[in-house]
């Protein structure tokens, strides 16, 4: 059977001459056809011959819509007509690919490539939002690409107006390319077309689709219920900043995406043309040479800038010596007093400190690249002595060395570890440097940051530092911190660290190089920012977040960035008290040196949190009894594997405390289970929440004192719960026992056998699982089962110590 071939296009509609079909679909077929009258090629869409009356107003609305939109980067429509019935439009005829027909030949994009074709298409997004009116049905095959490469915009047929007032919630549209609340039938809006846009540069970047689905509908649906996230294993060309750029672009909520196509072209452009800093020479900078000549101005910047030279060319260099080192230190008295006063601090024991009376034995101790960081931040401190605004810069500059201490700590190689530090103090040394030499500006800077809180419409919405900066410097701390580093010759790899990487953390490893410092250094900052910003009752809680932000790029668990920040905290103290950094207590930095303690508030077992509840429906009735007739053993190993699981990965302590409860509770098929935990107000133990029958009446009775009163006599509880011993109790009702029962237990919790198991912390007991059955002798336990509750009772401690 010979081939079906396709019909033979009309030869003329209305004054058209149709030459050849250049693409069609299930509504409409675009032709190729001359306009004999102007003598040009045009590109026709003809609607199909039996399209209803619907279709043809679809049509004349495109047509409408388009005919207002004079734009470069929009194909534009010449006119519009009916011919014996047949409604067509009529184009520019623009040779070129569709952006689907380009990545069929080359399903990746370099990014460069990707940006800018996209940013001619957000131009064109930009006319027609100006104009009022919302593509809908952004997807590849609608744009085109002409022989310049040029992205433009083609069929605005289902385009819609803003301010439509007879708007029907329907969804139209694309499934793939639908925004969140396009799939929902919302009024038209610009950060629709945003969204779509977003997608498709995703879909450029990875060279695979983001979000299709065979059933359409359930790609609908997906848009609606999840977060749609670019993949990783992207072409290095995909920095992070421009990660975070289509990130936001496809935020669900359209309050948390990129406003305006406006507002995602001009992030686009920057991205792709970054302010540059000449590495040659400053004076095509105008900015930069401006601020470095009123630096200048001041004797001590360039006294510090040869000081900051010096030091760095010698421990750069291979052929300088620790004596160089040590006789270039030796030149500067209060740098040499101060530094020797740090290098007998108790954090540098592990090298001798304590006893070192000589730079040149500090140096053979520590290092040329620990000494190094030491000079050039004591330097950075001497330097920048001002009475008039000393305190500001104190804070500052103790603000910078927490973060520096706390780059080092969480760097788990030694070797990269002072470079860490480097990089950790260096990414603030344009704000450090606006601190002392630009003081008015910093704190005009400081007021776009942190505005003062006004009344209604006087409320002033904050900005971000890099945007302050930048309004009042005319540039960013980054780039003018930067451009002091190369006026000093830091080498090229603490510049690189230096520039702060921008949006989410990776939720990839990233496993060495700069890329990794970079973040190392800006989760070290971010850090520090919050405590100092943060009341210190919530500064515990906002650092754990912080660690569970970057864990997954730096590989650290969120308990480890508390105990770095500690760790960094006491070497901060140790510092500054070298250093002879003294502050009011009245500074916000003093919250840099106090402790990082958990606040009642911090505890997830607050009475709000944890009621005592019941567990007790049919399902999970069934639940306990196939679990009762599971080998006890069995289901607590596999509970113990559980919360081991759930504390390395995403711990939470409420949780973890409720899932260990439920696995003593299933496994030897208690009646109730009851979790205590002190009281600091009372010192006793009382009850927070617990599993089984008849637990909301059961859990408020607990009530076991910890401290007793001069020729008070303990109840049972309070005396194993003071011994700190396990407890099993198979008969309550035995003479000996029952007469050292506590009154709330007698005659109210029926507890016939129960177990007592205490949680004690640094020799004192903190907390008790109770669990009993009813009937007398009917709890055994073996010494396996026993051995697997001392472990379920020992993780319950381990997650207070890790929840701090």
């Given amino acids: 059977m010979a081939a079906s071939q396709p019909p033979s296009p009309p030869p003329r509609i209305g004054r058209f001459q149709v030459l050849r079909e250049l693409g069609r679909g299930a509504q409409a077929t675009v032709w190729l056809a001359h306009d004999p009258r102007l003598d040009r090629d045009v590109a026709l869409k003809v609607l199909a011959p039996a399209a209803d009356p619907a279709l043809v107003d679809a049509g004349l609305h495109e047509a409408r819509a388009v005919a207002r939109l004079m734009h470069p980067h929009i194909v534009p429509v010449f006119e519009a007509d009916q011919q014996d019935g047949q409604a067509y439009m009529v184009f520019e005829y623009v040779p070129g690919l569709t952006l689907t027909e380009k990545l069929q030949r080359n399903p990746v994009m370099k990014a460069r490539e990707a940006v800018e074709l996209m940013l001619g298409v957000l131009d064109g997004l930009m006319a027609a939002h100006e104009t009022g009116v919302v593509h809908r049905d952004l997807k590849p095959s609608n744009i085109l690409v002409d022989a310049k490469g040029r992205g433009r915009l083609l069929d605005f047929g289902i385009a819609d107006w803003m301010s439509d007032p007879n708007h029907r919630r329907r969804v139209v549209g694309t499934p793939g390319y639908l925004s969140p609340e396009a799939a929902q039938g919302f009024a038209p809006a610009p950060a629709m077309d945003v969204f779509a846009v977003a997608v498709m540069l995703c879909e450029m970047l990875s060279g ?10 359930r790609a609908v649906r997906r848009v609606v219920d999840e977060d749609l996230q670019m993949p990783d294993g992207l072409d290095r060309d ?6 975070a750029i289509v990130q936001r672009g496809l935020a669900r909520d359209p309050a948390l995406r990129w406003p305006t196509a406006r507002a995602l072209h001009d992030a686009l452009a920057e991205w792709l043309h970054p302010p540059v800093i000449s590495q040659g020479g400053l004076a095509d900078n105008g900015t930069l040479d401006f601020l470095l000549r009123r630096m200048r101005h001041r004797s001590d910047f360039p006294a510090m800038s040869e000081s900051m030279t010096r030091i760095q060319r010698i421990t750069s260099s291979e052929n300088e010596s620790l004596n160089s080192l040590s006789n270039e230190i030796l030149k500067d008295v209060a740098l040499t007093h101060k530094l020797l006063r740090l290098v007998n601090t108790v954090q540098y024991t592990h090298a001798g400190g304590g006893s070192i009376s000589t730079v040149s034995r500090a140096a053979a101790l520590i290092g040329f690249a620990g000494i190094r960081n030491l000079a050039l931040s004591l330097i950075l401190l001497e330097r920048m002595e001002n009475k008039a605004h000393a305190r500001a810069l104190r804070e500052e500059f103790l603000r910078s060395l927490m973060a520096a201490s706390l780059a080092r700590e969480l760097c788990p190689a030694e070797r990269e570890s002072e470079e860490a530090f480097l990089v950790g103090m260096l990414q603030n040394l344009g704000r450090l440097l606006t601190e002392f030499y630009f003081p008015e500006e910093a704190q005009q800077i400081q007021r776009f940051v942190r505005p003062e809180r006004g009344q209604g419409a006087a409320a002033t919405a904050p900005v971000s530092e890099a945007a302050a900066s930048q309004q009042v410097l005319g540039l960013s701390f980054e780039q003018l911190g930067q451009g002091v580093a190369r006026q000093w010759g830091l080498p090229d790899a603490l510049q690189r660290g230096m520039s702060r990487p921008e949006g989410d953390a990776p939720t990839r490893l990233l496993d060495g190089g700069t890329e990794r410092l970079r973040w190392l250094a800006r989760a070290a900052n971010d850090v520090t920012d919050v405590i100092l910003h943060s009341e210190p009752a919530e500064a515990h809680a906002k650092v754990r977040h912080m660690g569970q932000r970057y864990a997954r790029a730096l590989g650290l668990s969120p308990e480890r960035m508390d105990q770095a920040a500690d760790q960094a905290r006491q070497r901060l103290s140790q510092l500054a008290e070298a250093m002879e950094i003294r502050l009011p207590k009245s500074s916000q930095a003093q919250r840099l040196l106090a402790p990082l303690a958990p606040s009642a508030d911090d505890d997830s077992l607050s009475p709000l949190e944890l009621q005592a509840t019941a567990i007790y429906e049919p399902t999970q ?12 053993a069995e289901v607590l190993a596999a509970g113990i594997h559980d919360v081991t699981n759930v504390m390395v990965e995403n711990f939470k302590l409420n949780e973890v405390l409720r899932m260990i409860l439920e696995t003593i509770y299933r496994g030897l098929g208690f009646r109730s289970v009851v979790f205590c935990l002190r009281d600091p107000r009372s010192n006793a133990l009382t009850g927070r929440f617990g599993l089984g029958d ?24 309070t005396a194993i719960c003071l011994k700190g011993s396990d407890t099993l109790i198979a008969d309550a009702a035995q003479p000996r026992i029952a007469e050292r029962l506590p009154g709330w237990f007698k005659g109210t919790m029926h507890g016939d056998s129960f177990l007592i198991l205490p949680l004690v912390m640094k020799g004192s007991c903190f907390a008790m699982i109770y669990a009993d059955r009813a009937g007398r002798g009917t709890l055994n336990v073996d010494e396996k089962e026993l051995s697997l509750l001392r472990t379920l009772r020992n993780q319950a401690v381990m997650a207070f110590k890790q929840a701090g």
């Fill in 208 to 217: 695979r689709r983001l979000n299709y689905d065979p059933d359409p509908w």
């Fill in 238 to 243: 995909v920095d992070d900043a421009l990660r």
């Fill in 621 to 632: 009735v069934m639940a306990h009894e196939s679990a009762a007739r599971q080998p006890a």
């Fill in 694 to 717: 008849d637990v909301e009446r059961v859990v408020p009775l607990f009530r076991v004192p910890l401290q007793l009163e001069p020729g008070q006599v303990s109840d049972l509880f």
